[in-house]
């Protein structure tokens, strides 16, 4: 069978792909302690379930709108005005299935052959791959853990030509946490102005904010950045609903358009059931976040607490999300564990699973040697175990 070129190209998801190996170990018996998966391990909240449960047995499982249920469309509206003071109508809104499939519309929207498509490094490792499926070309801006992993605007303008159509922001980022500071996101939002791009913000971490840091929304800037600007947000992170696949764009009427006939071709509507359930979450009582946040919060500190006693590791804060994305090339060409030596990231991070039964994710897929994420998106008992069982494997 002769496939595309597109999908001949096209690389797995290394996250999902690193879950699948630990996954294999797990059924085959071993112990494994697994943090490769940005998702978190709490139970959606009940009266989010209880709504998605009222709503099947009403009969609510039939077609809605292409672009989601009026309800759900001004949920997210209200939801934006409480959380931000943005203010937003309907017609700014589409409802999709899931982020990742919001940020896939957008690209496949906006992207003509050859557009370009600036990506700050490390990034999220779909980031490159959806635009090279919408035919756009990723031009990668690098950053490193001395400046915070944040670019600075002349890195960027650098990367600006007369192709460039879009830049990818993502704050809280995965994998790095860094949340970006509103100074910056003013500038490269004035910096799209004068060079007439656009901004797709991916704000899909912005209720998972640390204490000393604050989230910043890109369209509350000001009119002329809001106008450029393209928000990607869902339900998934802050309301531990991966599964229930319900994100959203927030964007100019026209793009909004443009997206719901994309999407009446590609899916029809999202998940009825599951755009109930987000209706609970965003209008319902939401100490949830607050109770899940606190938890993450213990979890980080723990984490990162551990990781700065280790020699030979380094990271930058992550001021959001729940990942640590540290440095572990100090370790490269030295004894491990067993006696095992690597060379790069992508090997160290296959000896640990293999020696040492510990999970993580490979910063080569985030553009990032040298790097591993860890998701600290898991139980305590789990984190101590499995940092014990890091340091053991590094010492060697």
Not at 290 to 295: D, P, Q, S, V
Request: hydrophobic share 40%.
């Amino acid at each position: 069978m002769k496939f595309s070129p597109a999908v001949s190209q096209l690389a797995p998801s290394a996250t999902i792909a690193a879950a699948a190996k630990a996954k294999e170990l797990k059924q085959s018996g071993i112990t494994v302690y697994d943090f490769t998966l940005g998702e978190p391990d709490f139970n959606t909240p009940d009266h989010i379930c209880e709504a998605a449960t009222k709503a099947m047995y009403a009969g609510k499982t039939h077609y809605t709108p292409a672009g989601g249920l009026p309800e759900l469309l001004q949920a997210v509206c209200d939801a934006a005005k409480r959380d931000y003071n943005l203010a937003i109508e309907p017609k700014n809104v589409v409802i999709s299935n899931g982020a990742k499939h919001s940020i896939h519309n957008v690209l496949t929207a906006m992207c003509h052959p050859g557009s370009e498509v600036l990506i700050p490094t490390p990034y999220w490792v779909s980031y490159s791959a959806l635009v090279e499926l919408a035919g756009g070309i990723p031009i990668l801006v690098e950053t490193d853990e001395s400046a915070g992993f944040l670019p600075t605007v002349e890195q960027i303008e650098a990367k600006v030509t007369g192709r460039t159509q879009l830049i990818m922001l993502n704050s809280p980022s995965n994998p790095t946490g860094v949340v970006f500071p509103k100074e910056l996101m003013q500038a490269i939002g004035e910096l799209a102005v004068k060079h007439d791009f656009y901004v797709m913000s991916d704000e899909i971490y912005d209720k998972l904010i640390y204490p000393g840091w604050e989230a910043t929304c890109m369209m509350t800037l000001s009119d002329e950045i809001a106008q450029r600007t393209i928000i990607v947000n869902g339900v998934s992170k802050a309301y531990a609903m991966t599964g229930w696949r319900i994100g959203w764009t927030i964007g100019d009427p026209a793009l909004i358009k443009a997206i719901n006939k994309l999407q009446s071709q590609q899916t029809s509507n999202p998940c009825s059931v599951s755009q109930y359930a987000a209706i609970a979450a965003l209008t319902g009582p939401q100490e949830c976040v607050t109770e899940m946040l606190a938890a993450f919060t213990k979890r980080r500190d723990y984490v990162l607490g551990r990781l700065r006693k280790i020699p030979g590791l380094s990271f930058a804060d992550p001021g959001g999300a729940f990942y640590a994305f540290f440095n572990v090339s100090e370790y490269f060409d030295k004894p491990l564990q067993n006696g095992v030596t690597v060379s790069n990231v992508s090997d160290f991070c296959t000896e640990l699973l293999g020696n040492a039964h510990v999970a993580l994710v490979t910063g080569d897929a985030f553009g990032a040697p040298g790097y591993a994420r860890l998701s600290f998106a898991t139980d305590m008992n789990t984190l101590e175990a499995g940092l014990d069982r890091l340091e053991k494997f590094l010492a060697g």
